[in-house]
C-alpha cells in the first residue's frame, strides 16, 4: 500500500472530474521540509514561527530569522510557503518576554496583538521575511486577525520595512502576498471586507472552532463542544470562502480539520482551494480526492449547511462515504 501510495509523491491533486486543489505541509522548523517534500507536498501552508523563538533564552536575532526562512524557501525549491509571523501567547509562552499572567490566556494578549505593541520584534521578523523573499515564492500571513485595522496596521509595518530595506540597497521580491489567518468569528463574519483588501485567507479550524463554540480547545470539560462538525462552523467556512472567491482570491486551511479524511469531501465540496496538513497525511488526502466527483461534493456540501447539529452532518458525510 505505502508503494502505491508513493507513486503519488509528483502528481498534482485532482478530483477525477479534473479539479485541482493544493495540498501543502505544516512545519514548525526547517527541518521539517524534508518530510514535507518526501511526502509529496505542493507547498508549505504553514510555517508556525514561534518555534524559532521558543527554547531559547533571547530573541533570534534578524539574520537567525533570515537564515531559517531562507533554508525553508529553498527547500521548497520555487513551491509556495506561507509564513506565519509570530504567535505566541496563548498556550505558547516565552519566558525571557516576559508577558502578562492572564486570566484568560486564548483571549488575550498573542499573535498579532502583542506583535503589533512590540515593533522592534515585529519590525525585526518582517525584515527577515522580505529579505529572504528573493530565495523562492513566499506568502506572509498574520495570525489571530479580528479586525481590518490589525491588518491594515500589519500590512503598513510590512510596507514601511520593504521601503527601508530598498534604500539600504536590499533586494525584495515585489508581489509577495500578504494574507491572514481565519480563526475568530469576527474576520469570518466579515470576510467580504477583508477579501478586498487581503490577498489570500487560511482558516485556523483549531481556533476557529474554540471561539465559535465558546469551547476552551484545551479543557476536556467542555471538549463536547468543539465541534469541527457543527453547521455554524461549516457556514462561518462557506462564508470566507465565498467571499474570498468574489474577489479573484483563494482560501486555504491550516487548522487540524484540513487533514480530518472525513472533513475532506465537504471542504472541497465548499469550494476550499489549498488544505495544509501534517506530511504524513498529504498522500493518502491526494488518493483519497482522485476518488472525488466535485459535483458530488457541493451537493453533499449544501446538504451540510442547512443541517441543525453535528450529528446530522456526520450522518450525511458517512452515507456520502459509503456510496
Ligand atoms: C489554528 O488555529 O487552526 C492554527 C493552525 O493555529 P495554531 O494551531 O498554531 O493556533
Ligand atoms: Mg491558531
New binding site residues.
Given amino acids: 500500500e505505502k508503494e502505491e501510495l508513493l507513486k503519488l509523491v509528483d502528481s498534482k491533486t485532482e478530483t477525477n472530474d479534473g479539479v485541482h486543489v493544493e495540498l501543502a505541509a505544516?512545519i514548525g522548523t526547517p527541518e521539517d521540509v524534508e518530510g514535507a517534500v518526501r511526502h509529496g507536498a505542493e507547498g508549505v501552508g504553514?510555517f508556525?514561527t514561534e518555534f524559532l523563538y521558543m527554547g531559547r533564552n533571547e530573541l533570534p536575532t534578524e539574520d537567525e530569522q533570515y537564515e531559517s526562512y531562507k533554508a525553508v524557501l529553498e527547500g521548497m525549491d520555487g513551491k509556495p510557503v506561507v509564513v506565519r509571523t509570530i504567535?505566541i501567547g496563548?498556550d505558547k509562552e516565552l519566558p525571557y518576554l516576559d508577558l502578562p499572567k492572564e486570566m484568560n490566556p486564548f483571549l488575550g494578549y498573542r499573535a498579532i496583538r502583542m506583535a503589533l505593541e512590540n515593533q522592534d520584534l515585529f519590525r525585526t521578523q518582517l525584515r527577515a521575511l522580505l529579505r529572504s523573499s528573493v530565495h523562492g515564492n513566499l506568502k506572509i500571513m498574520f495570525?489571530m486577525i479580528a479586525t481590518l485595522e490589525e491588518f491594515n496596521e500589519a500590512k503598513a509595518l510590512l510596507l514601511e520595512e520593504k521601503e527601508n530595506l530598498k534604500s539600504e540597497g536590499i533586494e525584495v521580491k515585489d508581489d509577495i502576498e500578504v494574507g491572514i489567518?481565519v480563526?475568530i468569528p469576527s474576520t469570518a463574519v466579515l470576510a467580504d471586507q477583508f477579501a478586498k483588501e487581503v490577498d489570500f485567507f487560511s482558516?485556523?479550524?483549531?481556533?476557529?472552532i474554540q471561539y465559535t463554540m465558546a469551547a476552551d480547545r484545551m479543557n476536556e470539560k467542555v471538549s463536547y463542544l468543539y465541534q469541527p462538525y457543527h453547521p455554524a462552523l461549516l457556514r462561518l467556512i462557506q462564508n470566507v470562502i465565498q467571499a474570498s472567491h468574489n474577489e479573484g482570491k483563494w482560501t486555504g486551511m491550516?487548522?487540524?480539520m484540513a487533514g480530518d479524511t472525513h472533513a475532506v469531501p465537504l471542504l472541497l465540496g465548499l469550494g476550499l482551494d489549498e488544505f495544509s496538513m501534517s506530511g504524513t497525511s498529504i498522500l493518502k488526502a491526494r488518493r483519497q480526492i482522485s476518488e472525488l466527483n466535485k459535483a458530488d461534493m457541493e451537493q453533499l456540501a449544501s446538504a451540510a449547511l442547512k443541517a441543525k447539529n453535528t450529528e446530522d452532518v456526520l450522518k450525511l458525510v458517512k452515507e456520502f462515504t459509503e456510496r
Fill in positions: 505544516n504553514l508556525r504567535d496563548g495570525p489567518m480563526e482558516i485556523g479550524t483549531n481556533d476557529l491550516c487548522g487540524e
